[in-house]
């Protein structure tokens, strides 16, 4: 059975779109047959790294810092799947950026030189082959997100496994009012996270649709413009 691991990174948790977009996407892969535990980065006690590679170089694997990362190193060793939601907060949530820096004890210290440049892998006990990012941000255009899928996609190649694509959806708010696509976007981030488990890979055109656009973007602009001018008591 194929295991899953999933971190939503949003500050807003329950209440926030991503955890809208990333339920469906679970949801899909748990009706494929995969084992889902999903875990909120706010609710973890996690501390910045120290920056001293002692995982690397003293005790090799091994983070000397005791809080909540200890915990999650158990769960990645024993997931095939990394799953990390995250929304756009240029670029990162605070939570989100402390655990990414907490990966180093799984990665193995032996340096390769793979597709142009210095890298490296997890270590062998790591099970982990693939690392999805599922994203919504508040503006118009997806590329918004590109930041974000640059990080993440890094991320996987440094280690040395699959970056299975990201799912996106911009301007996430404008679902509330938009119920048939909201329907037609959820429907394809379930068969996205079904067609990961069961085919390996996510079709393009099922990506598509879950980042389709909603409004043209002038609209989209003009309503951020006029909240803007409405919380300054302007009118212009």
Sequence with gaps: MT?????????????????RLLNAFLEGMKEA??????????????????GDFQCWFEKVGECIQADDMQDLYVKLRESDIFVLAIPVYLPLPGEIQNLLNRLMPIVE??????DGRTRARFHDDVRISKIVLVSVGGWWE???????????EGIAKDVGVEFSGPVIRPHAFVMDREKDK??????????????????????AETLDIISQPLV?????????????????????
């Design 3 to 19: 295991k899953v691991l999933a971190i939503n990174g949003s500050a807003r948790m329950e209440k926030g779109y991503t955890k």
């Design 182 to 203: 909201s329907e037609e976007i959820l429907d394809a981030a379930r068969r996205a996270g079904a067609q990961l488990v069961r085919e390996g890979r996510m079709s």
């Design 109 to 114: 210290p032996v340096l390769e030189f793979r």
């Design 142 to 152: 997806k590329e918004n997100m590109d930041s974000v899928v640059r990080i993440v």
């Design 33 to 50: 047959g995969a084992a889902i535990e999903l875990v909120y980065a706010k609710r973890l006690k996690i501390r910045p790294c120290l």
């Design 216 to 236: 043209s973007e002038e609209d989209l602009r003009d309503e951020y413009n006029k909240m803007y001018r409405k919380a300054k008591g302007t009118t212009h």
